[in-house]
């Protein structure tokens, strides 16, 4: 049974950093989204199973920054410069396939889900 397991969620001030761990058995693509409070979900960043292949939302281009340890089966995302408007539900979620990259930003496309760690940028 495949388990995404979350951690590094918190409160932190505008302009600090956060780091989010996610440990993924089992997946292949795994990614990063976020839902905030009344809007919908949406995709923060990826990184593809066996390349070094990251994208990220242009929202956190700059900022954000998703990397993987294999050997872990951990996925990350490095938060820098954290504004308010990143305040939000963070989920990690893993594919049970490859996906071709146009559709990494979907989360259709993506079958396991972690329960969502929360980030709260305030002073």
């Known amino acids: 049974q495949v388990q995404l397991v979350e951690s590094g969620g918190g409160l932190v001030q505008p302009g600090g950093s956060l780091r989010l761990s996610c440990v993924a058995s089992?997946?292949?693509?795994k990614a990063w989204f976020r839902q905030a409070p009344g809007k919908e979900r949406e995709f923060v960043a990826a990184?593809?199973?066996?390349?070094?292949?990251?994208v990220h939302a242009d929202s956190v281009k700059g900022r954000f920054t998703i990397s993987r340890d294999n050997a872990k089966n951990t996925v990350y995302l490095q938060m820098n410069d954290l504004k308010a408007e990143d305040t939000a539900v963070y989920y990690c979620?893993?594919?049970?396939?490859?996906?071709?990259?146009?559709?990494?930003?979907?989360?259709?496309?993506?079958?396991?889900w972690g329960q969502g760690t929360q980030v709260t940028v305030s002073s």
């Open positions: 979620a893993g594919s049970n396939r490859r996906l071709i990259l146009s559709v990494l930003r979907s989360s259709a496309e993506y079958n396991y």
């Open positions: 089992g997946t292949y693509d």
């Open positions: 990184v593809r199973w066996g390349t070094t292949t990251t």
